[in-house]
Nanobody, 125 residues
Framework: QVQLVESGGGLVQTGGSLRLSCAAS????????MAWFRQAPGKGREFVAA????????FYAESVKGRSTISRDNAAKRVYLEMNSLKAEDTAVYYC??????????????????WGQGTQVTVSS
């Protein structure tokens, strides 16, 4: 059974940092493209960042580019999202997702085969 379990969310002050983690099980992790999406209150789910199976390619949404880093540890079957200079608009539920096809549409929700349950990030002044 495939499971993606996110952790690391919480309450953080504006300008602060956090590191989200997603633990995968039940899949051959290294062949999956992995991504983070987020959903703010009253809004649809949006792409945040993605990383290729070997970790050599990473992609970011414009809204987080330059202040976020996605990384992965294939031996540990984990993917991470480090975010700095957090803003109120980063407040959302953050989801981890896994994509086996790797078609290149990493920014599309429907590209992904498996999803975690999400972890809440709240940025407050």
């Amino acid at each position: 059974q495939v499971q993606l379990v996110e952790s690391g969310g919480g309450l953080v002050q504006t300008g602060g940092s956090l590191r989200l983690s997603c633990a995968a099980s039940g899949i051959t992790f290294s062949i999956y493209f992995m991504a983070w999406f987020r959903q703010a209150p009253g809004k649809g789910r949006e792409f945040v960042a993605a990383i290729s199976g070997n970790g050599r390619a990473a992609f970011y949404a414009e809204s987080v580019k330059g202040r976020s880093t996605i990384s992965r540890d294939n031996a540990a079957k984990r993917v991470y999202l480090e975010m700095n200079s957090l803003k109120a608009e980063d407040t959302a539920v953050y989801y981890c997702a896994a994509d086996l096809r790797g078609s290149g549409a990493y920014y599309r929700e429907d590209e992904y085969d498996y999803w975690g349950q999400g972890t809440q990030v709240t940025v407050s002044s």
